[in-house]
């Protein structure tokens, strides 16, 4: 139920803060008559003219030299083809009116400040209301979009390419802000959302951050739909908040000590549903997240499939695992905390066993997704280099077979089996494991080694909390 209203709210709150914005960015009166717009066209060498409320602005192709600052509600300019060009100091297009709207300009450069909050910026939006960025680009700024007090501003259909710096997008105290189908290459985060409740980031493409990707602090009610992530330092993130739906989006190659598809942390009512996740160190990081589902994902090819963790100081996770396909992971669930409640049921996993005398396409056995290895191994990353060996095969095989009742309570009671019957999964993957049955007899002494290296490390502290 709190999942089904926060999805209300998620779609009902961003038609109210634009309502709201247009409201305020009404056309103005002059002298007591409303005032007419103007077009105004503007070639390259021109100084910017004085604007009044609601001019159109036509840029011809052709370079124009910055900063430029408009502080007039309602402008639109116009820029295709043309390139705003810094010189080295600040921002480079500041907008500091409601209702303003610039389509297909191109800035190149921005002043040298890198910060998480005030970054020179290609765009910077200050109280910038109801604005529209529509099919822009940027090279060479330290941030592509800055935007403070920007109620319900809106990119789409942009370009941005920069370095590891800035983010891309700073979005601070602007609720109902909206990215759409905009392609971010390189900067230290893709996004970065903080304390702007109703965004959204839709249909976009986030290439080798170097940091997050997607970063959400102190927000609610936050949608991150149909976006591929990839090839970041880090991972994407929701931290601190309440209400964020992750749905239909892409995360792969996110690999390294401190990678991980996507992170849910200290977060209450968080859906995750129709994603894929893909060769990354860990897909799915859950830590300290009392009120997540986990539905409908396709995990593959991943060293942890999902793995839930819990801080010194955070609550308890709860997790709704259902109706998820799991393959070629070395782990498919690793749970790092006594106290988290998971419910897994439904899921498709490669290990599971095939017997179904019914045919329903449901498992006659239950399948224990998890073992101790593999909550010990996300502890110790330097164990992963013995999941795949005979000996730790055997000790989860065993650990299936007999349960402790702590692993008992991860069991899936219903796993699914795909219609073509026993997965495939070639020879040469890295990340799969071997069945049981195919250890050839390996020694035991194997088995005891790999044991003893393991209890060496059963009171070491968790990622998070060396984080």
């Not at 300019?77 to 500091?96: H, K, N, P, Y």
């Not at 070395?330 to 017997?355: K, W, Y």
């Not at 013995?386 to 991860?410: D, H, K, N, Y």
Request: aromatic share 6%; charged share 15%.
């Amino acid at each position: 139920m709190r999942t089904f209203l926060a999805g209300i709210v998620l779609a009902g709150v961003p038609f109210i803060l634009r309502a709201q914005a247009e409201a305020l960015s009404e056309p103005q009166q002059v002298n007591g008559a409303e005032h007419r717009a103007r077009t105004i066209q503007l070639n390259p060498g021109d100084p910017l003219p004085a604007l009044q409320v609601g001019d159109v602005l036509n840029l011809t192709p052709g370079r124009y030299v910055g900063p430029w600052e408009i502080a007039i509600a309602d402008v639109v300019i116009r820029g295709a083809g043309a390139t705003l060009i810094s010189q080295g100091e600040g921002s480079t297009l500041v907008l500091a009116a409601p209702g303003i709207r610039v389509e297909g300009l191109s800035v190149d450069g921005s002043g040298p400040v890198d910060d998480l909050y005030t970054p020179d910026a290609a765009y910077w939006l200050f109280d910038c209301v109801a604005c529209v960025l529509d099919g822009v680009s940027s090279v060479n700024a330290r941030s592509a979009v800055r935007a403070e007090g920007s109620w319900a501003a809106q990119v789409t259909g942009a370009s941005f390419v920069g370095a590891a710096g800035s983010p891309a997008i700073t979005v601070f105290d602007s609720p109902g802000f909206g990215l759409e189908y905009t392609v971010v290459n390189g900067f230290l985060d893709g996004i970065y959302i903080e304390k702007s409740d109703s965004a959204s980031v839709i249909g976009s493409e986030f290439v080798g951050a170097g940091r997050y990707a997607l970063h959400v602090m102190f927000s609610h009610d936050t949608l991150l739909e149909g976006n591929t992530v990839r090839g970041g330092r880090v991972g994407s993130a929701a931290m601190y908040g309440r209400g964020v739906i992750v749905r239909g989006n892409r995360f792969e190659g996110h690999v390294g000590p401190l990678a991980f598809g996507l992170l849910l942390q200290e977060l209450e009512v968080a859906v995750v549903v129709g994603n894929q996740f893909e060769g990354n160190t860990v897909s799915m990081l859950v830590v300290s997240a009392p009120d997540v589902r986990v539905e409908a994902n396709e995990v593959s090819g991943s060293g942890f499939g999902m793995l839930v963790q819990r801080t010194r100081s955070g609550p308890v996770s709860a997790v709704v695992v259902e109706g998820n396909r799991f393959r070629g992971n070395v782990s498919d669930i690793a749970v790092d905390d006594p106290d988290a409640a998971l419910r897994v049921h439904g899921n498709q996993f490669e290990a599971a066993s095939r017997l179904d005398m019914d045919g329903d396409g449901v498992s006659d056995v239950p399948h224990l997704p998890s073992s101790s290895f593999d909550m010990l191994a996300s502890r110790q990353p330097d164990l992963s280099l013995f999941a795949l060996s005979p000996g730790v095969i055997l000790w989860q095989t065993a650990e299936a077979s007999v349960p402790a009742l702590r692993l008992a309570t991860l069991q899936d009671a219903s796993p699914l089996l795909t219609a073509d019957g026993p997965w495939r999964v070639a020879a040469t993957a890295p990340l799969v494991h071997r069945p049981a049955d195919e250890s050839n007899g390996a020694p035991l002494a194997l088995g005891l080694i790999v044991s003893m290296v393991v209890l060496g490390t059963v009171f070491g502290r968790t990622p998070a909390e060396r984080a």
